[in-house]
Every structure is written in C-alpha cells, then in structure tokens.
C-alpha cells in the first residue's frame, strides 16, 4: 500500500514569492493534516482538512491556506514568502477523526528554502 | 494548555542495551498518545499509541511504550537497542475530549545508540 506522497520534494523560493505544495493521502484516509517543522521551532499543527472543508487551523498568519480536492488530495499555499518560514513541510493523512483516536501518517516532507 | 515535554534532548546507549526515551504530558482531560520516530531527512514514522485499556503498548521494532496516567508520562522503551534505531524520536498526544486534528508534539529527543 502506498504511504503519504508530498512533492516537491525541495524548493528554494525568494521573499515575497508564493509557493503551493502537494499531499496525496493513503488511499482510504479521508484527512488530512500540514504541520511545519522549523528549526529550532519543533512540529507545529497548521491545517486540518476532512471531506474537502477546513476544520481546523493553527497559529498561522492567513497567508499560510490550503484546500483539499474531491480525490482527498491536498495543497498547503503560502503567500508573501518570508525568511521564517524555511522548513520542512510534512502532510498527514488518516482514516478518519474519530476524536483523535486515527493515527495520522505522515509524507516525507517538502523542504522549503527561502532566500 | 496542552503540552509535551521530552527532558532529555539526546539519549546515548550501547548496542544491546536497553533503551528508555521520557515523555511527560500535561493536558486538561484523558489523552490519546503517540511515538513517531525520523530518520534524517525523512518524514515522521508511526511507532505506537495508547487509546485505552492495558497501559503496556506494544508497537513496531520491538519498542514498546507504558502508559502512566498518575505521572502523566509515556516512557518508550525497546529491551535491546540496534545501532539503526539511530534517529529522532517524538512524542505526542492529542485529546480525546475535543476534536481539532491537531497532535501536539514534544520536542524532539535524538537516540545515539554506538556500537
């Protein structure tokens, strides 16, 4: 069975540039979630799709949006790109909520570089 | 507020050794708890979680995890350490009493096993 697919795989992006990156969920899981992983910041909870609607954010400035498509696939788009926001982007997916009782599985990450 | 504490930011053993990564939780009502493990470069692997009932969790590779409800803790433990079980282990929890998608992360600790 196929695990989380995120691509790119890296991107290295200019301030104030915009960036979209992509997660295909298991096959299966209907959510699916982003968390950033900065240095020094830890893993931070940034989105939580479930059946194609938002349910949930993280502290996150508005330019950091996504959507998910019908397919349960999911973009994470961050505008005005700053220097912060270097890291590596991993997506999540799960069967379900189920209040927090699905393990999510994670992608390998998108690194995003901004100079 | 909810929270995840890894004292220990690196934790060195020998081969063969076992092996005991800390985990303390600090949240509001009953938790749901998890170990990823990442290897460099890689996304977060799913090791284990504790739902409910026996408070000895089995999970991948031989590790192993005890749920302590009265020291709020979820020590991961594994009876002989392998030089590839070399990474960085996390800790997290999310809450059964609310439904946000969100896990939150401990810290972080790095595993050092040597030959």
């Known amino acids: 069975e196929a695990g989380v697919t995120q691509s790119p795989t890296h991107l290295i992006k200019t301030r104030g540039q915009q960036v979209t990156l992509r997660c295909s969920p298991i096959s299966g899981h209907t959510s699916v979630y982003w968390y950033q992983q900065a240095l020094g910041l830890g893993l931070q909870f940034l989105l939580w799709y479930d059946e194609g609607e938002e349910r949930n954010r993280g502290n996150f400035p508005p330019r950091f949006s996504g959507r998910q498509f019908p397919n349960y696939s999911s973009e994470l788009n961050v505008n005005a790109l700053e220097l912060e926001d270097s890291a590596l982007y991993l997506c999540a997916s799960s069967q379900g909520t189920g209040f927090g009782a699905y393990t999510q599985y994670f992608g390998p990450g998108t690194r995003l570089t901004v100079l | ?115």
Do not use: M
Request: aromatic share 14%.
């Open chain 2, 1 to 115: 507020a909810q929270s995840v504490a890894q004292p220990e930011d690196q934790v060195n053993v020998a081969e063969g050794n076992p092996l005991t990564v800390k985990c303390t939780y600090s949240v509001s009502g009953n938790p749901y708890l998890f170990w990823y493990v990442q290897y460099p470069n890689r996304g977060l692997q799913f090791l284990l979680k504790y739902i409910t009932g026996d408070n000895l969790v089995k999970g991948s590779y031989g590790f192993e995890a005890e749920f302590n409800k009265s020291q709020t803790s979820f020590h991961l433990k594994k009876p002989s350490a392998l030089v590839s079980d070399s990474a960085l282990y996390f800790c997290a929890v999310s809450l059964l009493s609310s439904n946000t998608g969100k896990l939150i992360f401990g810290q972080g600790t790095t595993l050092q096993v040597k030959p």
